[in-house]
Nanobody, 115 residues
């Protein structure tokens, strides 16, 4: 089992920045890839950014050039630096870890952008 705890969400003005963190614990050696997703009411959860199992990164087109995913393996922590936040970015942001068999989700952290 893998436990994921997100933090760093909050309220920010449009154009501002936030950094999300996701601390992983438990069977972290079983994790193949990690990423960030977001979801707004009535919509499907969508990929924001992720590391795949060979360490390459992928970003949603809507966040390219503004968001940066990174990780600190020594701390088992995943980050999402979000710059130039736009009114369309507010959502609950979720951390995901893909294991060999199972996938794991954090509880989510709310990001609100004031226009």
């Amino acid at each position: 089992q893998v436990q994921l705890v997100e933090s760093g969400g909050g309220l920010v003005q449009a154009g501002g920045s936030l950094r999300l963190s996701c601390a992983a614990s438990g069977s972290t050696l079983t994790i193949n890839g990690m990423g960030w997703y977001r979801q707004t009411a009535g919509k499907r959860r969508e990929l924001v950014a992720c590391f795949n199992n060979v360490g390459s990164t992928n970003y949603a087109d809507s966040v390219k050039g503004r968001f940066t995913i990174s990780r600190d393996d020594a701390k088992n922590t995943l980050y999402l630096q979000m710059n130039s936040l736009k009114p369309e970015d507010p959502a609950v942001y979720y951390c995901n870890a893909a294991g060999v068999v199972d996938g794991y989700w954090g509880q989510g952290t709310q990001v609100t952008v004031l226009s």
